[in-house]
């Protein structure tokens, strides 16, 4: 069988010491795209859309430094507290996006409890919305860098990646985004529909059941990351992307109505 063989550069566009990285292209996409989205939100709901340039700051900020700080700690914590300069070396790769999940909800809360306009979860439900989006940007830079690959497969839907090796395996990283991309539909569909109507924390434990819990599953097929994940039983993105769908589910359990 013949099966698609992926071979794109990581790299767009390179000129002397200037270059520009697909994912590099598909980040800032997202983070635009969600912008927009967010602007749009506070325009609908009559609050002061200036303050999103620093809110959008906070998460970044709490993205980058929560998913370091979750790779160093939850993938090889021995080699990094004995090594700590090693840490903030972000460039040379090594994100863990369930500790860039925590890293953002932090900010977000550090950021309401500088307001009076707008509560913790009052944000937190609206910003599921571009965090949704962002994710499938993301999961799309990942694929034009060849990484986040799938176990070899012999489904016809199958990719080999050629700069990786030469098995046809799952794209497991496309997977991710198809969901991220349902996800960020079906919010940005309910917010739509319902806006204030909506339960509090309604948004937020969809994101946390639907992307978590679709990571869990999607994990069974991808290779593992560090060599000491097979001893666990689970990966460690399962073992991680438990209590984020125990949570989603609790809260979903307890609300009982989405709408108000």
């Not at 799938?150 to 799952?170: C, E, K, M, N």
């Amino acid at each position: 069988m013949e099966y698609f063989t992926w071979n794109v550069s990581p790299v767009l566009f390179s000129s002397g010491s200037i270059s520009i990285a697909w994912y590099g292209v598909f980040f800032a996409s997202g983070f635009f795209l969600g912008f927009q989205v967010m602007r749009w939100v506070y325009e609908r709901e009559e609050k002061t859309y200036q303050s999103l340039d620093r809110i959008f700051v906070y998460m970044v900020l709490g993205a980058v430094l929560g998913a370091r700080i979750g790779h160093c700690l939850f993938y090889d914590p021995a080699y990094y507290l004995a090594n700590p300069l090693e840490i903030i070396k972000i460039w040379e790769g090594g994100l863990a996006s369930h500790g860039g999940t925590v890293g953002m909800i932090i900010a977000i809360y550090v950021y309401a409890r500088q307001t009076d306009e707008i509560s913790f979860i009052w944000l937190l439900d609206r910003m599921t919305i571009p965090v949704a989006l962002g994710s499938f940007f993301i999961r799309l830079g990942n694929f034009f860098n060849s990484e986040i690959i799938g176990l070899p497969s012999t489904q016809p839907w199958a990719i080999v990646f050629s700069r990786v090796d030469d098995l046809p395996r799952h794209p497991a990283q496309l997977y991710e985004a198809m969901v991220y991309l349902f996800l960020f539909i079906l919010l940005f569909s309910l917010y739509k529909k319902y806006g204030k109507e909506l339960r509090p924390g309604l948004l937020i434990s969809l994101l946390m059941l639907i992307i978590f819990g679709s990571r869990f599953f999607i994990e069974f097929i991808k290779i593992p990351q560090e060599s000491f994940e097979p001893l666990l039983g689970l990966n460690m993105g399962q073992w991680l992307s438990l209590p984020f769908v125990l949570l989603g589910a609790i809260f979903i359990y307890f609300m009982r109505k989405a709408i108000k």
